[in-house]
């Protein structure tokens, strides 16, 4: 079974400082997608980053990017110079084909918190 | 573009009761799906719609329903509510192609008194 496991249930960092989130996954498939997704307080989820299985190299959005390790089925989360605002429950999920269809799982979060 | 659109944002209903909510996906998207999130069991998905055909679906009992429309706008229904489906109920939109990335609406948040 397909699970998503991140180990870190809260993590605190100080304002412009970094932060990596650690995410681990469990798969038997070769072609997948990884995300990472934040939920403010608002609820409303948004995007951060997604990564595909078959690209080597890490993806990258402004500020945050992944260390993607394939055979260690690890997918962490780094935030550099962070802000007031990344403070949020944050989510890797991983994505998949089965019977034809697209499934998407997650973990359980990690709830950031970003100190003055 | 319009991003996912949810409707109502929060409902209040007693045991035994049903309810029904809204899904409008971004436009051009024609694969929707539904998760359920609590506290105790984090985000669990409940099913996907495609085209108006159910694709996959989650471990949920059969109170639990969804169907979708021709415009791809999707509504779940669930049917003699219990205490534990109190929770926030969240809607994705895709193209629903392989790798897709999931845009999400703001939720429902569903109390169960």
């Known amino acids: 079974a397909q699970t ?7 993590m605190s960092v100080q304002e412009a400082e970094t932060v990596t989130l650690s995410c681990t996954y469990d798969t038997s498939e070769s072609d997948y997608y990884l995300f990472w997704y934040k939920q403010p307080p608002s609820r409303q989820m948004i995007l951060v980053i997604r990564q595909e299985a078959y690209k080597q190299q890490n993806a990258t959005e402004n500020r945050f990017s992944v260390n993607f390790q394939k055979a260690a089925k690890s997918f962490s989360l780094k935030i550099s110079d962070s802000q007031l605002g990344d403070a949020a429950m944050y989510f890797c999920a991983y994505r998949f084909t089965q019977g034809g269809s697209e499934k998407l799982v997650f973990g359980k979060g990690t709830k950031l918190t970003v100190n003055p | 573009k319009a991003g996912v659109t949810q409707t109502p944002r929060y409902l ?7 309810v029904t909510l809204s899904c409008s996906p ?6 929707v799906s539904w ?8 985000l669990q998905f409940l099913f996907e719609y495609f085209s108006e055909t159910q694709r996959n679906k989650g471990n949920f009992p059969g109170r639990f329903s969804g169907r979708q429309f021709s415009n791809s706008r999707s509504e779940m229904n669930v049917s003699t509510l219990e205490l534990g489906d109190s929770a926030l109920y969240l809607c994705a939109s895709s193209l629903g192609q392989p790798g897709d990335t999931q845009y999400f609406g703001p939720g429902t948040r569903l109390t169960v008194l």
């Open chain 2, 35 to 42: 998760y359920q999130q609590t506290p105790g069991q984090g």
């Open chain 2, 12 to 18: 209040i209903k007693t045991r035994g009761q049903q």
């Open chain 1, 4 to 10: 998503v496991t991140q180990s870190q249930p809260e």
């Open chain 2, 26 to 31: 971004i436009s051009g998207h024609r694969s």
